[in-house]
């Protein structure tokens, strides 16, 4: 009952204060009003000091309604005008009606650009309020989101350790069949935990930037290592994963100013949504190809490809696709992929195979190899 009074009282003091404040200003538009009446009547009328209504009618759009403001106008261009004829012994020629007319018109146009001014500014104000709220938003939800998924972080770490400590029969023997539930528990888990780290590496890159630890790095030894990883993921998929170079047979390096972890994300980011794209038994390749000015990474598979509506959304934040898939993520893969690579400033994008299949590719600016690999 007392936050409800104090809050009454609040709103009675600010309708005080705006009627106080509404007041004065009308105080104010009359005496300006009657200063210009003195001195337009009582001097000749050639002598046009109509102008000076234009303080009134700054004062009434500054602090009144539109309303207002257009009543105060047409006000002071009837008494411009009105001084022709009042007081009536005063003799009346053309140069004083044209002053007195081009004083109407600058009263009139002081009017309506004050008022589109004021319109103006109302609407800059209302956008910068909106943004305001909108950035507050933002950052609320990306704090929440960023202490949720560190919060996740701790039981999904606990649950793992605590099913390898089952693993490694530190509490009893285990069974066959038991320990292919605990495998799929291990991964799940894994996977979960991939998830959350993701999610809270999107939100602290757009939060803060991507730092990247620059140093030279083969594009071909960490395809090779993201293959092994996930080999046993595209197995139990029944997908055939494959390293070529293009057109050449031979084992080939190729170098970029890179960081090696982000850069090795990128490649199990696209492998995992190009095996979970594609049906069992299909094909996944890695295609590596070297130019004298960049070097070009394709993640070929044998999926349903990409829809036309897709292709524009397929890197955005949360976009997971309509097509069929075996796993479903959390969207923020290819999104994660697309801040790497750009802050590489390479060049990531997708289109479709034929007869059948996407296309995933990414090229990044050729380094030169580190001395001590040329020896």
Not at 102 to 123: C, F, H, P, Q, W
């Amino acid at each position: 009952m007392v936050l409800e009074a104090l809050f009454q009282l609040k709103s009675i003091q600010k309708t005080l204060f705006g009627q106080e404040t509404s007041a004065r200003i009308r105080w104010l538009i009359v005496g300006s009003f009657a200063v210009v009446l003195l001195l337009e009547y009582t001097t000749p009328p050639d002598y046009v000091f109509g102008y000076l209504y234009i303080c009134p009618i700054l004062l009434a759009n500054a602090r009144l309604n539109r309303a207002r403001t257009v009543q105060v106008t047409l006000l002071a261009a009837f008494l411009t005008i009105a001084n022709l004829w009042i007081p009536a012994n005063k003799a009346v020629v053309a140069s004083t009606v044209a002053d007195r007319l081009i004083a109407v018109m600058a009263l009139i146009v002081t009017g309506v650009l004050s008022d589109r001014i004021r319109r103006s500014e109302e609407a800059i104000a209302q956008q910068k309020a909106q943004l305001q709220a909108q950035e507050q938003l933002a950052g609320m939800r990306e704090d929440f989101v960023s202490t949720l998924t560190h919060d996740l972080k701790t039981p999904l770490l606990g649950a793992i350790e605590t099913i390898k400590a089952f693993q490694r029969g530190e509490f009893g023997s285990i069974t066959t069949a038991q320990t292919v539930v605990l495998n799929t528990m291990v991964r799940s888990h894994h996977t979960t935990l991939q998830m959350v780290e993701t999610m809270l590496d999107v939100y602290r890159n757009d939060s803060e930037g991507l730092t990247l630890n620059l140093q030279p790095t083969d594009l071909a030894s960490l395809a090779e290592n993201v293959l092994t990883t996930l080999r046993e993921l595209a197995f139990t998929r029944r997908i055939h994963l494959s390293l070529s170079y293009g057109e050449s047979d031979f084992r080939r390096t190729l170098w970029v100013e890179g960081d090696a972890l982000q850069l090795q994300r990128v490649f199990a980011n696209l492998l995992t949504n190009s095996i979970n794209h594609s049906p069992r038994g299909g094909r996944v390749e890695i295609v590596l190809e070297s130019q004298p000015s960049y070097q070009l990474v394709k993640v070929l598979d044998e999926g349903q490809g990409i829809t036309p509506d897709e292709l524009p959304l397929l890197f955005e934040r949360f976009y997971q696709g309509h097509g069929d898939r075996q796993a479903k993520g959390s969207g923020l893969g290819l999104y994660l992929t697309r801040q790497i690579i750009e802050a590489h400033h390479g060049t990531l994008w997708a289109e479709n195979r034929s007869p059948q299949g996407a296309l995933f590719g990414f090229r990044l600016p050729t380094a030169a190899m580190p001395a001590s690999m040329e020896l």
